[in-house]
């Protein structure tokens, strides 16, 4: 609560509990004494209750705005369009990564472009793995990280959606999610990656608060919970690219 609203409201509060024996000094007017002084004793039981009832309703008011200031610097919540938005992302982006994969022969899913480039398989794990990477820092970190209260969110998610797919700037894969053929088989990525992105979905459409809180993001600034879940379908739309950029190699085996 605001300083000043506490002394105001305690002040408030103990006016006219001044006892009565406090006579004012002769020769002086009530008038000239300062804000009036309210004696209970020379007042009718129903005026008294009257008086407090009034100062009880200010007390509350005081503290009702004061619950409001606190409120308003909690973050903005996600608006539902924003969730279908991203929902439709989502959707988009496992579409193109689905689409981008399919029918490809065990040579096209194996042909590495370069000694130090990605095969299409690789690509296909890393997605599928920084799904579950991505998603599980919301859970574990993000949510439970304190409020960064005035951050520009728009600019932040604007920022994720025009820079996470550009492909001119090259990034490396935290070690967690470097491939390593942990699925076993390109088909198993594929079937891990939607199964995840079930989970994404369902996670954005159930929980509330997430833009209540917010860590270091690899966009540079904070980034709250639901530039996270932008993140993963950036992050997928980025990787979808290279796959492309890998079948558009002259040495890539039509079949």
């Known amino acids: 609560m605001d300083p000043t609203l506490n002394r105001w409201y305690i002040a408030s509060h103990t006016e006219g509990l001044t006892s009565s ?16 002084v309210f004696r209970l004793s020379h007042q009718s039981k129903n005026e008294s209750e009257q008086i ?16 409001s200031a606190a409120t308003s610097l909690r ?11 991203t929902l439709q992302y989502l959707e988009k982006t496992k579409q193109g990564v689905l689409d981008a994969v399919k029918g490809l022969s065990e040579a096209q899913w194996n042909f590495k472009a370069g000694p130090d480039r ?10 599928a793995a920084a799904e579950d990477f991505i998603r599980g820092l919301v859970i574990e970190k993000v949510m439970l990280a304190p409020a960064i209260p005035g951050r520009d969110v728009q600019a932040t998610d604007d920022a994720i959606l025009a820079k996470v797919p550009d492909r001119s700037k090259k990034a490396q894969a935290p070690e967690p999610i470097v ?3 942990r699925y076993g088989s390109p088909e198993a990525s594929i079937k891990h990656f939607v199964e995840s ?19 270091d ?3 540079g600034g904070k980034m709250d919970a639901y530039e ?3 993140l993963i379908a950036a992050h997928s739309e980025r990787h979808t690219k290279q796959i492309l950029e890998v079948k558009a190699d002259p040495n890539y085996p039509k079949n």
Request: hydrophobic content about 35%.
């Open 228 to 230: 996270f879940i932008l």
């Open 197 to 215: 992105r079930d989970k994404t979905e369902e996670f954005l459409k159930t929980t509330p608060g997430l833009r209540d809180h917010a860590v």
């Open 179 to 181: 491939p390593t053929n």
């Open 52 to 67: 407090m009832f009034k100062r009880l309703m200010a007390g509350t008011a005081v503290a009702i705005l004061a619950c």
């Open 75 to 85: 973050a903005q919540e996600v608006t539902q369009t924003e969730k279908e938005k």
């Open 217 to 219: 993001g690899p966009t």
């Open 21 to 36: 024996s406090s006579a004012t000094p002769a020769g002086r007017a009530d008038s000239q004494c300062g804000p009036k």
């Open 118 to 127: 990605w095969s299409i398989a690789q690509c296909m794990e890393h997605i």
